[in-house]
């Protein structure tokens, strides 16, 4: 399989998380999200586990919910741990999960940063138990449209070509393909779109930094940006996606996932050819006034 994202480099950028001023308020609005889908569920899962979700914020939400028995937190570092934290350090690839060992499984925002994504989601399947679930937050593919569009557009300006600046994120119907490719039953995905507003596209870029999302591509380009590059880039920023105040906006779209490992007890499609009723007598019915 061909890498998309330098693993090291990903690592760094997670790290660097700790060392800078928070800017977490997509994993807190991820936090929020789960918390209330978890809390409709008229059950109670004694064995969770957060994959990946950096401060640990998501697991508390979670934990709140009154739902949830113990929880472990996997991270990429043990400068993750927090505290009083049932922690296991590894790789964003790799889950040290026995099969069956648990029945609820979150992972927050970090799914988009993994080359075998389909093998990560087997291993989420495979540790869950019968009737277990999954829950993810994902960037899905709207994420920083816009800037995306402004730094190709310079970079095509200045140079007369260009590198990727940008991840790729994934589409709602590639992460739902995803579900049942691992096995998953009764799969849902939805999505939600956040827009942020800066003052100019420089505190976005700090911001991305913060959240670890600086490009980690395989394929992007070493050369170091100019001064004017920047300068222009935020120009062109300003001119195409400002707000009549002056600021700018950036677009944040989260593909929200849930996810059964299958079960006996659990609902089934009908067998071709059990319907009670025709579809044709049904599209020849009367439509209500």
């Known amino acids: 399989m061909e890498a998309i994202f330098d693993q090291a480099l990903v690592e760094t950028n997670r790290l660097r998380t700790l060392r800078t001023p928070p800017a977490d308020f997509l ?5 929020d999200e789960l918390a209330e889908r978890l809390g409709v569920i008229e059950r109670r899962f004694d064995d969770a586990v957060e994959i990946h ?3 640990g914020i998501v697991a508390d939400a979670l934990q709140r919910t009154g739902k949830i028995g113990n929880t472990r937190r996997i991270e990429t570092n043990i400068a993750f741990a927090r505290p009083g934290d049932a922690f296991v350090a590894a790789p964003l690839e790799h889950l040290p999960l026995e099969a069956a060992s648990i029945n609820l499984a979150v992972s927050p925002l970090s799914l988009h940063l993994t080359n075998d994504t389909p093998g990560v989601f087997v291993q989420i399947r495979r540790a869950l138990r019968p009737d277990g679930l999954f829950l993810a937050a994902i960037p899905g593919a709207d994420t920083l449209q816009e800037l995306r569009d402004v730094l190709l557009q310079v970079e095509v300006e200045l140079t007369g070509g260009a590198s990727p600046r940008v991840i790729p994120f994934t589409d709602i119907r590639d992460v739902g393909a995803l579900l049942q490719r691992a096995g998953f039953a009764l799969p849902v995905t939805d999505k939600e779109t956040y827009t942020v507003r800066y003052d100019s596209i420089f505190p976005l ?13 395989v394929a992007r380009s070493r050369k170091p940006l100019s001064q004017a590059f920047f300068m222009r880039a935020a120009e062109l920023y300003a001119e195409r996606y400002s707000d009549p105040d002056g600021r700018v906006r950036a677009t944040f779209t989260v593909i929200y996932v849930s996810g059964w490992a299958p079960h006996e007890s659990q609902q089934k499609p009908l067998k071709p050819g059990s319907a009670k009723a025709r579809l044709a007598d049904a599209l020849k019915a009367k439509p209500l006034d």
Request: proline share 5%; net charge positive; no cysteine.
């Open 27 to 31: 994993l807190k609005v991820a936090a």
């Open 53 to 55: 979700g950096y401060s």
């Open 205 to 217: 870029m700090r911001d991305l930094r913060a959240m670890g999302m600086a490009n980690p591509l």
